[in-house]
């Protein structure tokens, strides 16, 4: 035990010296090093690979080390996907956090109309503990309490580090979604439903954006806009409309993830969710179904869906539950 305890005060020394000043607190069980010197900054062009490096790292390790598949096989270029979007996307930032002059964790949040919304958010595993992704969102934070908007996210209900992390800072879990792997066969899937899908126009994005309001008490047209203009090249977008013509439902596809969408019923999504997995036929998809329409999720899993995570809606601040069918996405996110 002296020798143990001798090597932990050699490692703070260490700490102290080369990454700056850190506030040891012991607690039961557990020791927790929390970072005091952090600057919190916008990100810039000069720091895209290294935030890709930085998600690619952070979530592959944290899933590996609770013994699951890395979501980032292919390396850092696939996160780069991040930095691509919401660079792009009207009213999107970038932050970053540094630890003496070291890239230490990142975040990116959205500025909408009538929210704040945080994206992917992540701490390298060398100061995983050590309050980096606090810092980064009392920053985001502070910016929604200043725009008297509430803040929406869509975390992962495996990871209770992030889930403590929210619900410390006021967030509340407002639904639960289950993730649904789906392999679409080479000849595609057959499914009866009397609802007509079409692709999306940009005449459909005030129709699109008016129905989210009124279903889920959100607007978000810049984000409809980007997607149907598609400047990244691998969006897509479907919308089905009532029997007055009027837009009844919408989903957007990203190559390998479907969302986000809404529509007024299960049977509208359903369609819409059909129509996007026929268009990729042959590839996995990943998409989010909420827990309580248990009949689309038995549709869903009859196409072969399983299920491979969980996900939180959280919510700071004012929310409105949602009177249809909500599809939310990672990117860009809001539940």
């Not at 992030?162 to 979604?177: I, N, Q």
Request: one cysteine or more; hydrophobic letters at 45%.
């Amino acid at each position: 035990m002296p020798h143990r305890l001798a090597v932990f005060w050699i490692a703070i020394h260490l700490l102290d010296r080369f990454w700056g000043r850190v506030d040891i607190a012991l607690i039961p069980a557990r020791l927790e090093i929390r970072v005091v010197d952090c600057l919190i900054r916008r990100m810039v062009e000069s720091d895209r690979q290294s935030v890709a490096e930085l998600i690619c790292v952070s979530t592959n390790y944290w899933y590996e080390q609770h013994g699951l598949e890395r979501i980032f096989p292919d390396g850092p270029e696939s996160a780069d996907v991040f930095y691509q979007v919401y660079s792009a996307l009207e009213g999107s930032v970038g932050i970053v956090a540094e630890v003496g002059g070291r890239l230490a964790g990142s975040c990116f949040y959205h500025q909408r109309p009538t929210h704040v919304s945080l994206g992917i958010m992540n701490a390298h595993p060398n100061y995983f503990g050590r309050g980096v992704a606090r810092r980064l969102l009392d920053h985001i934070i502070e910016v929604a309490d200043g725009l008297r908007r509430p803040i929406r996210l869509v975390s992962s209900a495996l990871n209770l580090d992030s889930f403590s992390l929210y619900t410390r800072a006021g967030f509340v879990p407002r639904c639960a979604y289950q993730d649904i792997a789906l392999r679409v066969p080479e000849a595609g899937l057959e499914d009866q439903s009397p609802v007509v899908v079409r692709e999306a126009v940009l005449d459909d994005v005030e129709a699109m954006a008016a129905l989210e309001m009124d279903l889920c008490g959100i607007r978000r047209e810049g984000d409809f806009r980007h997607f149907i203009t598609n400047p990244d090249g691998f969006w897509h977008v479907s919308v089905c409309e009532d029997s007055q013509g009027h837009v009844s439902g919408f989903i957007a596809a990203s190559g390998e993830m479907l969302g986000p969408g809404v529509a007024r019923s299960e049977e509208e999504i359903a369609a819409l969710l059909l129509a996007e997995l026929n268009r990729v036929r042959g590839n996995k998809v990943i998409f989010l179904l909420p827990v309580e329409c248990a009949g689309l999720v038995r549709r869903v899993y009859g196409w072969g869906g399983r299920n491979c995570e969980l996900h939180f809606a959280q919510v700071r601040g004012k929310y409105r539950v949602c009177t249809g069918v909500n599809l939310p996405a990672f990117m860009p996110e809001t539940g």
